[in-house]
């Protein structure tokens, strides 16, 4: 894991962070249509009595254990390579890096060309501020 980004180094892994983050949104996506996709399942076997021998759910469940192992993975990825993911639905991801002496996180969301800001580490989204030209 990597302590500390520069910029350039942070720049060259938005292209595979952007695809994980658009692999993890797909995939909690499927889990959110599945996870209700069990739950009309589940009020229908309330007032219906179930094959017999055969379990309504497994294969809904099954599915759904499969996507989180695989979104699981994925968030692993991210701690792995030392990037902080902040937030899957708006693609928010910090990289800790060194500025002036002072520890900060270089702040990146999706849909965003490069990294253009950065904050605290006890500051939010709303504390970024611009980085200075170089």
């Not at 996506?29 to 309504?56: M, S």
């Not at 800790?96 to 002072?102: E, F, K, N, R």
């Amino acid at each position: 894991m990597k302590p500390f980004f520069t910029v350039n180094e942070a720049n060259a892994l938005i292209p595979s962070v952007k695809l994980d983050i658009e692999k993890l949104q797909g995939i909690k996506q499927k889990y959110r249509t599945k996870y209700d996709e069990l739950q009309l399942l589940k009020a229908y076997f309330r007032k219906h009595q179930p094959p017999e021998g055969r379990d309504p759910f497994f294969t809904l469940e099954c599915e759904m254990d499969f996507l989180q192992l695989e979104g699981n993975t994925l968030v692993k990825s991210f701690e792995l390579k030392g990037v902080q993911l902040k937030d899957i639905d708006s693609g928010l991801v910090d990289f800790p890096a060194m500025l002036d002496g002072q520890h900060i996180l270089l702040c990146w969301r999706q849909g965003e060309e490069s990294i253009t800001h950065y904050h605290g580490v006890d500051e939010g989204f709303s504390g970024r501020k611009k980085l200075a030209e170089e």
